[in-house]
């Protein structure tokens, strides 16, 4: 069984470029939730996405985005690059349903901006 | 807003020892639920053990345990007969109870050394 998938698992951008970062939930969820994790800090909420609609928000700027599909995989977008942005990027998939929502995390992709 | 604190940034523990890594969070709210996950060098966020706050007993799982103190708004992790595969980064997380929040806090992490 299939757990949370990511792409890619690496990649370099230069500042003002734009990136878009994938994740395939766990077979049987239909959640999906973004975070950011700076070097040696804790994962930060981005967002998640249910039944294709962003369902809550972190404070994060417009510049992330992001967009859930019918197969409930999703896509995480940022524009206008910045140094700040270079982090792990975590997908994490649950079940939408009431309870826990007990996260099943991905392995991440580590962007660098240069 | 609840927030999550851990305050041991590494720990150190000899193989087959036990270890305790700590957790305080602060909240208004009266039912919540709090997780520990581990990340290992491999980054995947593993799930440990996970506490509903309206419990009053305390979770295990195998060598894994939490002292749940809601008064005190602690939520400590009690590793027991530690092993060398137990060495990785440690999260607290906390989540809200009711629906139209979803996101988890989690704390700046401990970082798990075990000494063969």
């Known amino acids: 069984d299939a757990g949370v998938t990511q792409s890619p698992t690496h990649l370099i951008k230069t500042r003002g470029q734009q990136v878009t970062l994938r994740c395939s939930p766990k077979s049987g969820h239909d959640t999906v939730s973004w975070y950011q994790q700076a070097l040696g800090q804790g994962p930060q909420f981005i967002f998640q996405y249910y039944e294709e609609e962003e369902r809550q928000r972190g404070n994060f700027p417009d510049r992330f985005s992001g967009h859930q599909f019918p197969n409930y995989s999703s896509e995480l977008n940022v524009n206008a690059l910045l140094l700040g942005d270079s982090a792990l990027y975590l997908c994490?998939?649950?079940?939408?349903?009431?309870?826990?929502?007990?996260?099943?995390f991905g392995a991440g992709s580590r962007l660098t901006v240069l | 807003a609840q927030t999550v604190t851990q305050s041991q940034p590494e720990m150190s523990v000899q193989e087959a020892e036990t270890v305790t890594l700590s957790c305080t969070y602060d909240t208004s709210e009266s039912d919540y639920y709090l997780f520990w996950y581990k990340q290992p060098p491999s980054r995947q966020m593993i799930l440990v053990i996970r506490q509903e706050a309206y419990k009053q007993q305390n979770a295990t799982e195998n060598r894994f345990s939490v002292n749940f103190q809601k008064a005190a708004k602690s939520f400590s992790l009690k590793i027991s007969d530690s092993q060398l595969g137990d060495a990785a980064m440690y999260f607290c997380a906390y989540r809200s109870y009711g629906s139209g929040t979803y996101k988890y806090i989690f704390g700046t992490g401990t970082r798990l050394k075990v000494l063969a």
């Open positions: 994490a998939s649950s079940f939408g349903g009431a309870g826990a929502n007990v996260l099943t």
